[in-house]
């Protein structure tokens, strides 16, 4: 084998060797988004009053955290990974055996791009995600707050100024969505069906809210052969 082809076999393997450190970076990058949306949700908390059962924010608002976070993670991601890699012998050998001999980073320069390419798009993402976090809903018992903007504040709702619910199930990038529209007297909306998880155990109560409230039910945008697991929600009037 010559050498121009053997230099170009041992690329090839170096290459499929690294992509072995996609797997548990991509875990990582979830548990850290994971983590980053339970704690605003829990910063959306303390700013809603005492007795709220349902906080969140609307789908484009969440979209507009999501995505940010899902992004910052990425070189945190492989950060973590690297770093573990390296406090095993057998594993840093098997990733790094040829990275000084063909010119490849090394450990520490790797490292020391990711953090910093690490740091710059965190402090970019960061305003992105706070801003997009302040705006939120807050449901209790006895009233709604819901804030469109982050510029706008919380406005206070009682649940009879609730005038429709309209539903959704689609299918789009491969997956169903389902949606669950509060729609207000003034013509606010929002969906609540973001975090589907924490609406679906707030369900009664909102139920329970919505009782002896005058608004109309519209179910018609549902697809027959809507697959999210939470579908009977969006199917029948509360």
Same mark, same amino acid.
């Not at 910063?43 to 009053?49: F, G, H, I, V």
């Not at 006895?142 to 709702?157: C, E, N, R």
């Given at each position: 084998?010559?050498?121009s ?24 990058? +979830? ?13 959306? %908390?303390?700013?809603? *009053? ?28 492989f950060?973590?990974? @690297? ?10 050998e ?8 063909? #010119?490849?980073? $090394? ?5 020391? $791009?990711?953090?910093?390419f690490?740091?710059?798009? %965190?402090?970019?993402?960061?305003p992105?995600?706070?801003a ?8 209790? %018992? #006895? ?6 903007? *982050? ?22 990038? #491969? ?11 003034? $013509? ?7 975090? *589907? #998880?924490?609406?679906?155990? +707030? ?5 329970? +809210?919505?009782?002896?409230? @005058?608004?109309?039910?519209? %179910?018609?945008?549902?697809?027959p ?11 029948r009037r509360?």
């Amino acid at each position: 084998m010559s050498k121009s082809k053997r230099q170009a076999f041992v690329r090839r393997t170096k290459s499929a060797r690294n992509l072995l450190l996609i797997v548990p970076a991509f875990a990582i990058m +979830a548990v850290i988004s994971i983590a980053a949306g339970w704690l605003i949700q829990q910063l959306q %908390s303390l700013r809603c *009053p005492s007795g709220t059962f349902l906080v969140g924010s609307g789908g484009v608002a969440s979209i507009c955290q999501i995505i940010p976070i899902y992004i910052a993670s990425i070189g945190f991601g492989f950060l973590i990974v @690297n770093w573990l890699s390296q406090l095993m012998p057998p594993v840093r050998e098997f990733f790094d055996r040829d990275a000084l001999r063909h #010119g490849v980073p $090394g450990y520490q320069k790797a490292q020391q $791009g990711l953090l910093r390419f690490s740091v710059i798009i %965190s402090a970019i993402a960061l305003p992105m995600i706070v801003a997009a976090s302040l705006s939120q809903y807050c449901m209790l %018992s #006895g009233a709604i707050f819901y804030q469109p903007w *982050p510029w706008t504040g919380l406005k206070h709702y009682a649940w009879h100024d609730v005038t429709k619910i309209e539903t959704r199930c689609h299918f789009s990038k #491969g997956k169903w969505n389902g949606s669950f529209f509060l729609i207000m007297n003034d $013509g606010s909306n929002f969906d609540i069906m973001a975090w *589907p #998880g924490a609406s679906v155990r +707030a369900y009664p109560e909102i139920v329970s +809210a919505l009782k002896n409230v @005058n608004f109309s039910f519209d %179910s018609t945008n549902v697809r027959p052969d809507c697959e999210v697991w939470y579908v009977d929600l969006l199917t029948r009037r509360p």
